[in-house]
């Protein structure tokens, strides 16, 4: 039998093609097996290439990455349903209100106005408070998930922040309409987190597009410092997390 | 009971998150590894994870329950660290020669055994990792199918897109470059341990 080629002790090597004749003559052609040999050696050379391990964690952090992309689309949708569902109910509430308003003060007295239109007033402004509930709950929930991935992120790693930046500048736009929004209304637990979730709502806004192991565990230290993600949870939580529950009695914003 | 790969599937497709996330973490760890050997970066290699499990998830209706959810995921991996290779240019990047002479005595600079076995071990890994740098996007997609996971050929060519004789021809072009890189140092290797 000839000398078996490359190709032969690859696909004998891979047992691709194993005939008892190439493997016969290997092992009587002392050519052939140090050709073999040193195949072999150099193909475990190559399987000795180390591969940066990743601990159990990994896949915690894979999915907190994760899963706030699988459902961007349909939350989008949901919340771009929900927040012309609010604009429109206000505007429809605001309405009756103002008629109302208007019918009274054709109807009677002047010097009785206010007492008449302080009731109708105060019976249909909760209708409003549920609905911008709704919507805080939802950036609440937004800024949820972007508090979360930051908190596990590898802070020995460089962290790709992966088009965050757009979405952290939608979230401070809309956390300052709501923190004005709770300062107008005296909620004072609400403002307050929505002031502190606000500076860094900023920063990332306005962070390069990757963040360096120092800039992540600076973040890090700051979310664990504040408390930040833990009172973002329990309000959101409380506000329904952003879902359709109703807020519980006392709650206003 | 533990779920299989096949009923997550079929309850993600239902809109069970839990049922992917659980999918996500039976095989994150896996097809990090073989993104990682495609890309040879731990940061491409993470994007490429990322990117993975979301194609997964959009494209999980035109899974085959009678398909293997770990194959499936693992071309897509492959597919994903393709595209990414091609957008950084780094695809078509070809076989850059032998290692030069700088190379081959950096291997072999110092007489102190213990330091010089370490510094065998570095040196060795960065020439490795340059081998396979220097194969063909092709062709270092199919040494690694094969080498290290296992793909027969007929599935190489397959997720490649070629004809199975030219899937074997791949990955013989792929072994040849490496044994061309390598063998000097697998012997200079071979005789400093004897």
Redesign the interface.
Same mark, same amino acid.
């Given at each position: 039998m000839q000398h078996l080629t490359?190709?032969d002790l690859?696909?004998l090597h891979?047992h691709?093609a194993e005939t008892p004749a190439a493997s016969e003559h290997l092992r009587t052609c002392d050519a052939c097996r140090a050709q073999y040999d040193?195949?072999k050696?150099?193909?475990a050379?190559?399987?000795? @290439? *180390?591969? *940066?391990d990743?601990g159990p964690e990994? @896949?915690?952090q894979?999915?907190n990455?994760? +899963?706030w992309?699988?459902?961007r689309k349909k939350r989008r949708t949901w919340q771009s349903l929900a927040a012309i569902a609010a604009v429109l109910a206000i505007a429809f509430v605001t309405g009756q209100w103002w008629e109302a308003r208007q019918h009274h003060t054709t109807t009677i007295q002047p010097g009785v106005r206010s007492t008449v239109a302080t009731p109708v007033a105060q019976s249909q402004s909760p209708a409003p408070d549920r609905l911008l509930i709704l919507v805080v709950g939802d950036h609440l929930e937004s800024s949820e998930r972007v508090l979360t991935e930051l908190a596990n992120a590898d802070p020995k790693? +460089?962290l790709?922040l992966?088009g965050q930046q757009k979405r952290a500048q939608d979230l401070v736009v809309s956390n300052r309409l709501y923190r004005q929004s709770a300062n107008d209304r005296g909620d004072q637990r609400m403002s307050s987190l929505l002031s502190d979730l606000e500076p860094l709502l900023v920063e990332l806004a306005n962070a390069p597009s990757t963040l360096t192991p120092e800039q992540v565990r600076a973040i890090q230290r700051r979310i664990e410092a504040q408390g930040l993600l833990f009172k973002v949870r329990l309000i959101s939580a409380q506000t329904g997390g952003g879902e359709s529950a109703p807020p519980p009695t006392g709650t206003s914003l | 009971m533990e779920m299989t790969d096949v009923t997550a599937v079929s309850r993600a497709r239902d809109g069970d998150s839990d049922a992917f996330r659980l999918l996500v973490e039976r095989h994150s760890r896996a097809i990090f590894r073989v993104a990682y050997r495609m890309t040879a970066n731990e940061h491409d290699a993470d994007d490429v994870v990322q990117e993975t499990f979301l194609r997964a998830y959009r494209q999980i209706d035109r899974f085959e329950e009678r398909a293997n959810f770990s194959t499936w995921v693992h071309r897509i991996a492959i597919n994903c660290s393709l595209d990414l290779l091609r957008a950084r240019g780094r695809h078509d990047k070809h076989y850059g020669g032998d290692p030069s002479s700088e190379e081959m005595s950096a291997v072999i600079k110092t007489d102190d055994p213990q330091p010089d076995r370490l510094l065998l071990s570095a040196e060795l890994q960065s020439h490795v990792a340059r081998a396979l740098e220097r194969l063909s996007g092709n062709e270092r997609t199919a040494f690694i199918l094969r080498h290290f996971e296992g793909m027969p050929v007929e599935d190489i060519g397959k997720t490649l897109g070629i004809q199975v004789n030219a899937a074997k021809h791949t990955i013989f072009r792929a072994v040849r470059k490496l044994r061309e890189s390598l063998e000097p140092f697998v012997r200079q290797n071979h005789a400093t341990s004897d």
């Open positions: 490359e190709e690859v696909l891979y691709e040193t195949l050696r150099v193909l050379l190559v399987s000795e @290439a *180390p591969v *940066p990743r990994y @896949a915690d894979v999915w990455r994760l +899963r992309r699988l459902d790693k +460089r790709d992966d | -």
